[in-house]
């Protein structure tokens, strides 16, 4: 690998999947791959980012090293639909899944829920992920579920297919594969404007965006989401729609766009890889 980035005479492209550091970032070993990955970036000219707000982030943490950034996107994480559907032991709920960090806002989450209608409704919140900061420790409320562990596939897909919604309460992001995997499984979002979020999910198309890092909103966006299940439906078919093999997110219209507006252009205009 280093020593094709160090080859001049070959063309290559990077993909970075996410350009914000996140978890325990005081660790020997996270700051050890970030000064590993940013010394691979630096090497190369041609960059892939999923997500539009990346660039801006990148430039500083490269302090303006030049590069030919592009852009595509991720399609619906379809696996999740082979495997067989399994009876629902949950009752009514809305669903928050992956691991849980800080950054992620579960703990505003479950705030704005416990002062939101639901409870009062019979709809429960359930958190499905292990949590790695102690949010939800000694958490003690029967309308809250918690599965604090590794969540597999399987359990995964039926978990989304079982929810009312699925909701995003991120303090921070830049792209999420959360989205693509209730996408796949035609499931509705409640999100927040954080990073490229509101781009993934259309406010009034796929879901309802909401103000990050703000509860009373949230909980404002969940007791209309729980009030306009007509409107849900809505989503869900426009999510399948445009989320399916054959729609504009599919994965081969994804395909399409890479090889016209990434390879053939890195090969037409003679960007190489390496400096």
């Not at 160090?6 to 005081?26: A, P």
């Not at 505003?108 to 919140?125: A, D, F, H, M, T």
Request: glycine share 6%; proline share 2%.
């Amino acid at each position: 690998m280093l020593a094709a980035m160090m080859d001049g005479r070959r063309k290559m492209l990077l993909s970075v999947h996410d350009v914000i550091e996140h978890g325990n970032n005081e660790s020997f070993k996270i700051q050890l791959l970030y000064k590993v990955r940013n010394f691979v970036i630096k090497k190369m000219h041609n960059i892939l980012l999923y997500s539009y707000i990346s660039d801006d982030i990148l430039k500083k943490q490269l302090n303006n090293i030049p590069h030919t950034i592009y852009h595509s996107t991720l399609g619906a994480y379809d696996f999740l639909n082979s495997y067989p559907l399994i009876s629902n032991q949950y009752g009514k709920y809305v669903l928050f899944f992956g691991r849980i960090d800080y950054y992620k806002g579960v703990d505003i989450l479950v705030e704005s829920y416990l002062k939101s209608n639901l409870p009062k409704q019979g709809i429960r919140l359930l958190l499905a992920g292990k949590d790695n900061v102690g949010i939800v420790k000694n958490m003690d409320n029967e309308n809250v579920i918690i599965l604090n562990r590794y969540i597999e596939n399987d359990e995964l897909a039926n978990l989304i297919r079982n929810s009312m919604f699925a909701v995003l309460p991120y303090r921070t992001a830049t792209q999420s594969g959360v989205t693509k995997s209730a996408f796949a499984l035609g499931k509705p979002m409640l999100c927040t404007d954080a990073g490229n979020l509101p781009i993934e999910v259309i406010d009034g198309k796929y879901g309802k965006i909401v103000r990050a890092d703000d509860s009373s909103h949230l909980t404002e966006g969940l007791n209309w989401m729980v009030s306009n299940t007509d409107i849900l439906e809505v989503y869900a078919d426009n999510i399948k729609t445009d989320w399916n093999e054959d729609g504009q997110y599919s994965w081969k219209c994804i395909a399409k766009d890479m090889i016209a507006n990434v390879y053939e252009k890195i090969i037409e205009n003679n960007l190489y890889g390496a400096n």
